[in-house]
């Protein structure tokens, strides 16, 4: 992939925060529900995030930061990690800390460490941080209204950003059959605290909320929320998982194989379409990946290949099929979730 192809695509970072249930210990996820003005995925519920700023990149933020040496050890090392070596700070913390950033300005929620390296993560916009600024409130407002403010949050070093906690999961390139696209790197934490005080800003998001992850997909099915196929891929991946021990336990030993990115393609058929990712017999046969779509003269059901890794929507008949026999970067292979239940 050319370096030149790539500039197609805003750098950005999301951020899964899974936190420990005390059900069963399952776990939940926090989604965000995006504008309706929004001119990316209006109405969505996603995960938190968005793009870059030149400030998570300063230098500046050194001093700051305790135990953040990257890379970690991984086998390969996803595009957006290696495409662009211009920045003053390394692009495994630079994302981390976009993925922290955007999840504060957009819940409310800070990940940090304390001065005994404990894992804190607030949210009550009445508690004194300290600094000029002292009230987490108001420091979200200053950094919604600038990103240089974030780095700011730690210079009294009360506490530090909790970079080294991200763990990476995936990596999306936004399919050219979008007009806005995005090179986004995915991250997964994990925590154990549920805070009920967080809150959306109302301007990019309109509603936030923790979900057990297992009801995601069937609420997207009900027409009770919006999901878009990556949330909708993501969430199936990690309900492969029923516990948050088995979940955090497979995300630390899954970082180690590095990641790829994936460009989804799109196949229109007699009956509906077909989004192929890396890996799948026909997305492999894909040569530019500027060409938005192609077209099969066939119905979904004769669509028949050896290595799947797909998502099937039949349109006529109102079906959605995540078909996946592969595995990729460490990631088990799905099965068939039919409408968001594994049937296979």
Request: include cysteine; proline fraction near 4%.
């Amino acid at each position: 992939m050319s370096k030149n192809l790539v500039k197609q695509w805003r750098d950005a970072a999301t951020l899964i925060i899974a936190a420990r249930s005390q059900q069963q210990n399952t776990f939940k996820i926090l989604m965000l529900k995006r504008s309706a003005k929004s001119k990316f995925m209006p109405n969505s519920y996603v995960f938190p995030g968005g793009v870059v700023s030149n400030d998570d990149f300063s230098k500046d933020w050194v001093p700051y930061l305790k135990n953040s040496n990257f890379p970690r050890k991984a086998v390969k090392r996803p595009y957006i990690y290696t495409s662009n070596d211009s920045h003053d700070l390394s692009p495994e913390i630079g994302f981390r800390i976009c993925a922290l950033r955007e999840t504060f300005e957009e819940s409310g929620v800070l990940l940090v460490r304390d001065e005994q390296g404990n894992q804190r993560t607030l949210a009550d916009p009445d508690f004194n941080i300290g600094g000029q600024y002292g009230r987490l409130g108001n420091w979200r407002d200053k950094v919604n209204e600038d990103a240089k403010y974030f780095q700011q949050i730690f210079q009294k070093k009360s506490y530090a950003l909790d970079v080294c906690s991200l763990i990476d999961w995936s990596t999306w390139l936004t399919p050219t059959f979008r007009q806005h696209r995005f090179n986004t790197m995915f991250y997964i934490v994990f925590t154990d605290t549920i805070l009920e005080n967080h809150s959306s800003d109302n301007f990019e998001t309109t509603h936030s909320e923790w979900f057990p992850s297992t009801k995601l997909i069937d609420l997207h099915f009900k027409n009770e929320i919006n999901l878009q196929l990556p949330q909708i891929y993501e969430i199936s991946r990690m309900n492969r998982y029923q516990t948050f021990n088995e979940l955090e336990d497979f995300t630390i030993q899954r970082e180690q194989h590095g990641l790829t990115t994936w460009c989804p393609y799109k196949y229109t058929t007699k009956d509906g379409y077909c989004i192929t990712y890396p890996g799948d017999d026909l997305h492999d046969n894909v040569n530019d990946v500027n060409k938005p779509s192609g077209h099969l003269d066939l119905n979904i059901s004769e669509l028949s290949n050896i290595n799947m890794n797909r998502c099937e929507v039949n349109e006529e008949q109102g079906t959605f099929l995540v078909r996946n026999n592969i595995e990729w970067c460490g990631h088990h292979p799905l099965g068939e979730v039919s409408n968001g239940v594994i049937i296979d």
